[in-house]
T-cell receptor, first 111, second 114 residues
Framework: RKEVEQDPGPFNVPEGATVAFNCTYS??????FFWYRQDCRKEPKLLMS???SGNEDGRFTAQLNRASQYISLLIRDSKLSDSATYLC????????????FGSGTQLTVLP | GAGVSQSPRYKVAKRGQDVALRCDPI?????LFWYQQALGQGPEFLTY????????KSGLPSDRFFAERPEGSVSTLKIQRTQQEDSAVYLC????????????FGPGTRLTVT
């Protein structure tokens, strides 16, 4: 089983739609969780950290369920510029600083 | 400000050739990471440096892969006797000391082994 699993998509949604991505992780000892965004043929960039209490940044909301080992990302009022691959990331088992990436979920926002 | 830079951006190597990939991290970032990203996959961890010390090389796929960071800044990832399965994008990332996990990635080197 992969350490971090995501639905690969693709998700094709119209502008203005709300879309949600899910991710599960296998190591219950993981402490740090993130969503990174990767545009086509570009490097990954941090979108947001994910906190136990849930957190919001503008149109983006991240949730963590430690009991189910499940992370989600909700994008409201999606824009064309949100089209990208969204990578679910957790710290590596036994390591405070190293990251394990999911395979990513591809989102295309259509005009 | 300057971000992480990598060179070359593209490399085509014949099977069996040796290649060297360079990473210039952000100034002041003591932590440096190398990742391998295959098409359609997320980045896979290769190795990690803190300053010049290579603290974890557990992700290196074989002994043909070697990384160094002799002065604690620039790092080089070397792949000896390249194989077709080595074709991938090699990403370098750096981060500040302390507890932040935000890693800043370079644009990557796309390696194609023919």
């Amino acid at each position: 089983r992969k350490e971090v699993e995501q639905d690969p998509g693709p998700f094709n949604v119209p502008e203005g739609a709300t879309v949600a991505f899910n991710c599960t992780y296998s190591n219950s000892a993981s402490q740090s969780f993130f969503w990174y965004r990767q545009d086509c043929r570009k490097e990954p960039k941090l979108l947001m950290s994910v906190y136990s209490s849930g957190n919001e940044d503008g149109r983006f909301t991240a949730q963590l369920n430690r009991a189910s080992q499940y992370i989600s990302l909700l994008i409201r009022d999606s824009k064309l510029s949100d089209s990208a691959t969204y990578l679910c990331v957790v710290n590596r088992a036994g390591s405070a600083r190293q990251l394990t990436f999911g395979s990513g979920t591809q989102l295309t926002v259509l005009p | 400000g300057a971000g992480v830079s990598q060179s070359p951006r593209y490399k085509v190597a014949k099977r069996g050739q040796d290649v060297a990939l360079r990473c210039d991290p952000i100034s002041g970032h003591v932590s440096l990471f190398w990742y391998q990203q295959a098409l359609g996959q997320g980045p896979e961890f290769l190795t990690y440096f803190q300053n010049e010390a290579q603290l974890d090389k557990s992700g290196l796929p074989s002994d043909r892969f070697f990384a160094e960071r002799p002065e604690g800044s620039v790092s080089t990832l070397k792949i000896q006797r390249t194989q077709q399965e080595d074709s991938a994008v090699y990403l370098c990332a750096s981060s500040l000391p302390g507890t932040t996990y935000e890693q800043y990635f370079g644009p990557g080197t796309r390696l194609t082994v023919t």
